[in-house]
């Protein structure tokens, strides 16, 4: 019997590099496969290319845009007998400062705002599920700080690896917040370092290419096992280096910065429902 056969499992960043050596693992261990995108044509022809097309269902999903988060929850709750996993695999890195739909620095709003709107929007489903959330973090999140009087970096220059390296804090901090706070299994992990479009903006980093970089398909394995590997139920709140136990610094650890990044996200969302811009 394959290992996820009968589940479902929901993926953003399915299209990406990592992302769609992910959805061919997950589809071949017999998982149906939601895959929400931006470019619905491109998550189409992916799922083409999986061995078993049905098993995966593409919809539209624009993180940079709330509205379109919530339109994804409200059919995924309203659709979905059970999910089993979530895995936040989308991410931007962008050398200039844009802005997301509601205003909000794009870094900030795909990598952890949209990520954390659709996960407590889908909350009553995932308790239902006993499900597995996977955050896709990076190992910079350790170079990473929470710039709290500045989170969208609106005042100074804007500097994208602060932007990055803040947002993958983010996701270490969310992911062990979640584990705490909702009755799912919470993982979170670097997957490796991997040639990927997200770097699209920096070329310059790939000059001298960083020693020990992984193939997509490694990485996917990693997050992969992350969820579904049955001895990791008992590992909530833990945060991974590709498949080993990771370190993360003492800042994504802190129990108060993470309250304190909730009730700041809580906080954003209401702001953006109420249809007032960042202040
Ligand atoms: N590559 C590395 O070395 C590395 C290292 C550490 C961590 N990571 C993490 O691994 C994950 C996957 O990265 P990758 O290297 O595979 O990057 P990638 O190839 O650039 O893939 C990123 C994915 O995110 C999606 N995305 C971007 N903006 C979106 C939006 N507004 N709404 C919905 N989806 C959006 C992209 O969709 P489109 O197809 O529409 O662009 C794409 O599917 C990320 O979380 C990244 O931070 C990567």
Redesign the pocket.
Known sequence: MKALAGRTALV?????????ALVRELVAAGAQVIL????VA??QALAATVQEPGGVVVRP?????LR?VRDLATWAVATLPRLDVLI??????SRQRRV?AEGFE?TF???HL?PFALTTALLPLLHRSQARVV??????HVRGELAWDDVMQERGGFNGVRA?EQ??LA?VMFALALARRAKVVSLAL???????????EYPEMWKHPPPG??R?EA?ARA?FRLAQDPALARKSGSYFDKDRPGATSAKAQSVPAQDRLWELSEQLLRRAADGQTPA
Request: charge should be positive; hydrophobic fraction near 40%.
């Open positions: 953003t960043g399915g299209t990406g590099t990592i992302g769609s929400p995108c931006r470019d491109r998550g999903l624009d993180l940079a845009a379109s936040h695999g989308a991410a931007v890195w997301s794009l709003a795909v990598n949209g955050t896709v973090a990076s190992g910079l990055y947002s993958k996701n670097h997957p490796g370092v991997v040639r990927s479009g997200l770097t699209r970089l992984v997509a990485a997050i």
